[in-house]
């Protein structure tokens, strides 16, 4: 099982100085994914790139690449450099992108509206910036926050956990829950997932 989240990683296989053609960056992911048939390989290097930081190291809008893995070689940069420049310099859009994520994580994130005001910005122009540099719309970033919450705390009662992770109530907690993981809390806890996908790779 793969589980909903709004960070990009970059992988590649263990090994000495890995080149360009070895990297595939995966996207922010909207929904659990659940495999069978997987073949174990020799392992991985996940190199996990915070919200909002992605866009500036890859060039290009990271929505272009939500719910999908891409090779590197897709995007115009150098890997190597990629690897000595990891922190882009902070600049105006770099601070807004934080202040924002922050804004919209945790069991109480502010509405849009409300962050665009404390931020100073347009809520159009706070849309969109977050959407291209982050890959997911405020919103969705949000609720998949919400959910690996849940995720997080598999022995708390599901009444409770709803009250902590910031939901209405448990009904909306068991509508969100299984719009992203494919089965409400309670099946899932209960190891009752969704039928896995032959795994293409």
């Not at 849309?127 to 997080?152: C, E, S």
């Not at 309670?186 to 039928?195: D, E, S, T, V």
Request: charged content about 25%; overall charge positive; some cysteine.
């Amino acid at each position: 099982m793969v589980e909903p989240d709004h960070g990009t990683v970059l992988s590649w296989p263990v090994g000495e100085a890995p080149s360009q053609d070895d990297v595939v960056v995966m996207g922010p992911r909207t929904r659990a994914r659940y495999w069978h048939d997987v073949k174990v390989h020799a392992g991985c290097v996940r190199m996990r790139v915070a919200p909002g930081m992605a866009a500036a190291l890859l060039g290009r809008p990271v929505r272009e690449i939500a719910d999908r893995a891409v090779p590197l070689t897709d995007f115009d940069l150098d890997f190597a450099r990629l690897l000595r420049e990891m922190a882009p310099a902070p600049d105006g859009r770099a601070r807004l992108l934080r202040q924002a994520t922050a804004l919209f994580e945790g069991s109480r994130p502010e509405p849009v509206h409300r962050a665009a005001r404390r931020l100073h910005v347009s809520e159009r122009h706070l849309r969109g910036l977050f959407t291209d540099a982050v890959g997911l719309p405020p919103r969705l970033y949000t609720q998949i926050d919400r959910v690996r919450l849940v995720l997080d705390n598999p022995d708390m009662p599901l009444p409770d956990l709803a009250a902590m992770a910031g939901y209405y109530d448990q009904s909306h907690m068991t509508a969100e829950f299984r719009r992203l993981m494919g089965a409400p809390p309670a099946a899932f806890r209960a190891g009752r997932w969704p039928a896995p996908e032959r795994c293409g790779g």
